[in-house]
């Protein structure tokens, strides 16, 4: 028994001895501490390169710009500071075409359509022709007209001559009050002829043709704008209870709103407004409320707010969907805010253009809060004082962009 025990110990420790051995000369061969000593080193090593690649990652990229080309550029540095912050009403709203400034355009007597010189979308000023009509009762006026004329010849020249016959004590003195009064009633009929033209849409240089041809009624342009609506066609009859062209004038249009009842007693005649469309995100358009609805929408439970907008570009089109902010007096202490134009977006966050000594230009992000007027609160991520650029931050986002594509 004792001789097993002796046995399996002896083992063991041979196993052992033999294990270490191996071991040392392993790791003792040539080339073998080598490759452990350059293993650990590279890893080292990529571990360094590694923090220091991740470091200069993390390190804010700059712009530096001089003050000339800042100024050549538009680019406006200014300090941050606080400000009171105006609350807004969000609504939304649709454009329509001002009502003042529309106009139905139809003969006042009827004919037919000899031409048409004016189409769908055109722009046309206050007067011009749009069509012309051929008209029998056109036709008869003008008759009428000249032949007044002719009268009104005829009894000037008899006046003349009755003067001089009682002048020669030819004539009595009352064929001369007969030959004033033929004459002032010829006056008359022609002075009746004439503004019934006139009302037919005649100028005083139609009436002053002294040709004999048929005259063709001009249908004009009462303002100047774009047709929006044509049903003017050759050969058609046109009459008075027929438009043929509708003419609006879109350098000012109207946004309704509508005003939940909730809202309504902060909303008067008179407040500003700004209206952005779905189709330019960075355009504003300013405008004012000039009307508010006396009849709340059983329905919806709103209040119809009209707001005019000039649109001297013609950017805002009628039936357009529209996004109105209702500016509202600021009576919340100062925060921080900076104008809406000064954020830019990069990798995902709202950033803003830093710089300490004027040139050199950092994106720091930060946090935004509320946003009224076209300025927004920031929350985090600038101090008051700091300066920074409230416009041409797009150019400096653009050269930091450039600069990283360069490397």
Same mark, same amino acid.
Request: proline share 3%; net charge neutral; glycine share 8%.
């Given at each position: 028994?004792?001789?097993?025990?002796?046995?399996?110990?002896?083992t063991?420790?041979?196993?052992?001895v033999?294990?270490?051995?191996?071991?040392?000369t392993?790791?003792?061969?040539?080339?073998?501490g080598?490759?452990?000593?350059?293993?650990?080193?590279a890893?080292?090593?990529?571990?360094?390169?590694?923090?220091?690649?991740?470091?200069?990652?993390?390190?804010?990229k700059?712009?530096t710009?001089?003050?000339?080309?800042?100024?050549l550029?538009?680019?406006?540095?200014?300090?941050?500071?606080?400000?009171?912050?105006?609350?807004?009403?969000?609504a939304t709203?649709?454009v329509?075409?001002?009502?003042d400034?529309?106009?139905?355009?139809?003969?006042?007597i009827?004919?037919?359509?000899?031409?048409?010189?004016?189409?769908?979308?055109d722009?046309?000023?206050?007067?011009?022709?749009?069509?012309?009509?051929d008209?029998?009762?056109?036709?008869e006026?003008?008759?009428?007209?000249?032949?007044?004329?002719?009268?009104?010849?005829?009894?000037?020249?008899?006046?003349? =001559?009755?003067?001089?016959?009682?002048?020669?004590?030819i004539?009595?003195?009352?064929d001369?009050?007969?030959?004033?009064?033929?004459?002032?009633m010829?006056?008359?009929?022609?002075?009746?002829?004439?503004?019934?033209?006139?009302?037919?849409g005649l100028?005083?240089?139609?009436l002053?043709?002294?040709?004999?041809?048929?005259?063709?009624?001009?249908? =004009?342009?009462?303002?100047?704008?774009?047709?929006?609506?044509?049903?003017?066609?050759?050969?058609?009859?046109?009459?008075?209870?027929?438009s043929?062209?509708?003419?609006?004038?879109?350098?000012?249009?109207?946004?309704?709103?509508?005003i939940?009842?909730?809202d309504?007693?902060?909303?008067?005649?008179?407040?500003?407004?700004?209206?952005?469309?779905?189709?330019?995100?960075e355009? =504003?358009?300013r405008?004012?409320?000039?009307?508010?609805?006396?009849?709340?929408?059983?329905?919806?439970?709103?209040?119809?707010? =009209?707001?005019?907008?000039?649109?001297?570009?013609?950017?805002?089109?009628?039936?357009?969907?529209?996004?109105?902010?209702?500016?509202?007096?600021?009576?919340?202490?100062?925060?921080?805010?900076?104008?809406?134009?000064?954020l830019?977006?990069?990798?995902g966050?709202?950033?803003?253009?830093v710089?300490?000594?004027?040139?050199?230009?950092?994106?720091?992000?930060i946090?935004?809060?509320r946003?009224?007027?076209?300025?927004?609160?920031?929350?985090?991520?600038?101090?008051?004082?700091?300066?920074?650029?409230?416009?041409?931050?797009?150019?400096l986002?653009?050269e930091?962009?450039?600069?990283?594509?360069?490397?």
């Amino acid at each position: 028994m004792n001789k097993n025990i002796i046995i399996i110990i002896g083992t063991i420790l041979a196993v052992a001895v033999g294990g270490g051995l191996y071991y040392r000369t392993y790791n003792s061969a040539p080339g073998k501490g080598a490759e452990k000593a350059a293993a650990d080193g590279a890893e080292k090593s990529g571990s360094k390169e590694g923090a220091e690649a991740a470091r200069k990652e993390e390190e804010p990229k700059s712009v530096t710009m001089t003050a000339e080309k800042q100024k050549l550029n538009g680019i406006v540095v200014v300090a941050a500071k606080k400000e009171r912050l105006a609350g807004a009403i969000s609504a939304t709203g649709k454009v329509e075409v001002n009502g003042d400034r529309i106009a139905h355009v139809s003969p006042r007597i009827s004919g037919k359509i000899a031409s048409v010189s004016a189409s769908l979308g055109d722009g046309v000023t206050s007067g011009q022709v749009l069509a012309m009509l051929d008209s029998v009762e056109l036709g008869e006026a003008m008759n009428r007209y000249r032949q007044s004329k002719t009268k009104l010849s005829l009894a000037r020249n008899n006046l003349e =001559r009755v003067k001089i016959l009682v002048d020669k004590k030819i004539a009595a003195r009352k064929d001369i009050l007969q030959a004033e009064t033929d004459y002032q009633m010829t006056l008359t009929e022609l002075q009746t002829d004439e503004e019934r033209l006139t009302l037919y849409g005649l100028s005083a240089a139609d009436l002053d043709k002294t040709d004999h041809k048929k005259q063709l009624l001009p249908l =004009r342009s009462p303002i100047g704008g774009v047709i929006t609506e044509k049903h003017a066609i050759v050969g058609e009859l046109a009459d008075p209870s027929k438009s043929l062209y509708t003419v609006a004038d879109l350098s000012s249009v109207w946004v309704m709103v509508d005003i939940t009842e909730k809202d309504l007693a902060k909303v008067r005649k008179g407040q500003g407004a700004i209206v952005t469309i779905v189709a330019f995100p960075e355009l =504003r358009f300013r405008g004012r409320i000039n009307h508010i609805a006396d009849v709340m929408d059983q329905a919806t439970r709103t209040v119809k707010a =009209r707001i005019e907008v000039l649109n001297s570009g013609r950017t805002l089109k009628p039936e357009m969907f529209a996004t109105v902010e209702l500016a509202l007096p600021a009576d919340t202490p100062p925060v921080l805010i900076v104008p809406e134009d000064a954020l830019q977006e990069m990798d995902g966050k709202k950033v803003l253009f830093v710089t300490e000594d004027g040139t050199e230009f950092k994106p720091h992000a930060i946090e935004i809060g509320r946003a009224s007027g076209g300025k927004i609160e920031v929350t985090d991520g600038l101090k008051e004082g700091e300066r920074y650029a409230s416009k041409g931050a797009f150019l400096l986002k653009s050269e930091l962009k450039k600069g990283e594509l360069g490397e």
